[in-house]
């Protein structure tokens, strides 16, 4: 059984930073695109970001470019979301997702498209 688990979550000030961490078990990271998403209360759940199975391609929302990196590493069967100069509006739970593939070239935008999901993990940004 495929298990992602979240991390990294809390309450943090403007401006500050926070690396979400999700880490899976019941299989192997290598084969999957991943994605975070993350959701606001009274929103739909939004792509912030993605990456393709061995990390050569991401995506990033227009909101959070140059503020977010996403990074993975398949041996410890971890991705991670580097946070920085956060702001109110990322205030979210925030998801991570992931989706078998077989391209390095490939990541997924659609949250249809993917195959499991975390529980998530709460991060409250205070102005």
């Known amino acids: 059984q495929v298990q992602l688990v979240e991390s990294g979550g809390g309450l943090v000030q403007a401006g500050g930073s926070q690396r979400l961490s999700c880490v899976a078990s019941g299989t192997t990271l290598s084969t999957y695109a991943m994605g975070w998403f993350r959701q606001a209360p009274g929103k739909e759940r939004e792509l912030a970001a993605a990456?393709?199975?061995?990390?050569?391609?991401?995506y990033y929302t227009d909101s959070v470019k140059g503020r977010f990196t996403f990074s993975r590493d398949n041996a410890k069967n971890t991705v991670y979301l580097q946070m920085n100069s956060l702001k109110p509006e990322d205030t979210a739970v925030y998801y991570c997702a992931a989706k078998r593939t077989y391209s390095d070239s490939y990541y997924a935008t659609d949250r249809n498209g993917y195959d499991y999901w975390g529980q998530g993990t709460q991060v409250t940004v205070s102005s």
């Open positions: 990456i393709s199975m061995r990390g050569s391609r991401a």
